[in-house]
């Protein structure tokens, strides 16, 4: 229930077991109150883990390509942050270059392959450099991990390097010497893609940039729900047949 609420926008608790009492109880006539339902569905956090890594394993191809990305999760604007009492001891401020606006919030981390299935999913205050970041998520990336300007880092590439044996790609500033064919170059923009189309999905569809929670319990169960429910869609397409990324019409 809580998968295929969160693929049909549902964002809050209450709305998924709204949705499913009106329309599916007599697929689910067990079906509890709305506050043990939100209880029950937070404490499967675990379990939405441990089936997004068994997934993500099914399609996982080391001498392939990863793409890597961030994206934000603001909690409130920034000219609320001083009135607003949730996470405050847990999110930070940062900055949304697309929306060229300061926020208070966290900022989401993602590793995708190249046919968009999620390898690797991190969340964050919103001023940790997603430089960093990526060190605790590059354990699942593939040999080869493609990432913007914001992952330009000579170090961060050594580390990667020596103890993952990922070798990190990205452009280069305008003031530096450019070595790699263009070819190449237009491959690694080409992949990269794939990584705006899941980020634009998991804000689009599954809302992941609306914080509905409360505590982190609740927000990291969201989390985990919206990018379970992604990557089985993914998987359903397998199974029907479908474009890999088309989301769209899965459900009748």
Not at 70 to 81: D, Q, T, W
Request: with cysteine.
């Amino acid at each position: 229930m809580e998968l295929i609420g969160g693929f049909l926008g549902f964002d809050a608790d209450k709305h998924i077991w709204q949705y499913f009492t009106q329309h599916w109880k007599h697929y689910f006539p067990g079906l509890s109150s709305r506050t043990a339902f939100t209880r029950q569905s937070a404490n499967l956090w675990q379990v939405k883990q441990i089936l997004q890594v068994i997934l993500s394993a099914k399609t996982h191809d080391k001498s392939s390509a990863s793409i890597v990305d961030g994206f934000p999760i603001p909690v409130c604007k920034y000219a609320r942050s001083g009135r607003h009492k949730l996470f405050q001891d847990d999110a930070s401020f940062g900055f949304c270059a697309a929306q060229d606006e300061k926020y208070f919030g966290f900022k989401g981390h993602i590793i995708v392959n190249k046919y968009g299935f999620i390898q690797a999913v991190d969340v964050t205050p919103a001023n940790i450099d997603e430089r960093q970041a990526l060190l605790g998520i590059a354990e699942y990336s593939s040999k080869t991990l493609l990432g913007d300007k914001g992952y330009l880092s000579e170090e961060i590439a050594r580390t990667l390097k020596s103890q993952y044996g990922v070798f990190l790609h990205t452009p280069v500033r305008a003031n530096m010497e450019e070595t790699r064919e263009k070819k190449f170059l237009s491959w690694m923009k080409w992949q990269r893609k794939r990584v705006e189309t899941v980020i634009s999905q998991l804000v689009e569809r599954f809302n992941i940039q609306r914080v509905r929670a409360r505590d982190l319990w609740h927000f990291n169960n969201r989390i985990n729900r919206k990018i379970l429910s992604h990557t089985i869609a993914m998987h359903a397409n397998i199974y029907l047949g479908r474009e890999l990324n088309q989301l769209g019409g899965i459900i009748g």
